[in-house]
């Protein structure tokens, strides 16, 4: 019987890929190349972050794609990644004090990724410990961080 992996394992094995933008996708993408990241550089620049700073996916994508000198970074795996990068700190909660503190990571809006480990109740206490203050959910829309732009990183 194999092993299954971890969340740790998964991160590490994912494999960062480069393509060239095809004619089909150039009015939406422009030309170039086209970033698929490895879940690795998005738990580096997530590390870089400070407790009271946010990061939003659309900032990891342009900080990726300026870094590999490409014209973009995809977003659904970018989306992918950075859940494998939340369910392996999660895993290493239990034995580790200092985990990637996925929760800075909001969506464009700030508002939070309750499809990230721990949902929404775990990121607003982790987010709120940190400082922010969380304006509720509104329907089905998730709860988001009051003034999330002035706490976003400046380090591009």
């Not at 900032?59 to 989306?79: D, H, M, N, S």
């Amino acid at each position: 019987m194999t092993k299954k992996k971890t969340w740790r394992e998964k991160v590490n094995e994912v494999e960062e890929k480069i393509h060239n933008i095809t004619p089909d996708w150039e009015d939406r993408l422009g030309k170039g190349k086209i970033l698929i990241p490895n879940a690795k550089d998005i738990e580096r620049l997530i590390n870089k972050t400070k407790r009271g700073e946010l990061l939003t996916t659309d900032i990891i994508r342009e900080i990726l794609a300026k870094e590999k000198g490409v014209q973009v970074t995809a977003a659904i795996p970018t989306g992918v990644y950075l859940k494998y990068v939340a369910l392996a700190a999660e895993e290493e909660m239990a034995v580790k004090s200092n985990v990637t503190p996925y929760w800075r990571v909001l969506k464009a809006d700030g508002s939070i990724n309750v499809k990230l480990s721990g949902g929404a109740t775990t990121l607003v206490k982790r987010l709120e410990s940190e400082g922010h203050k969380v304006e509720p959910g509104k329907g089905k829309k998730p709860p988001k961080i009051k003034d999330f732009m002035a706490h976003l990183v400046r380090w591009k």
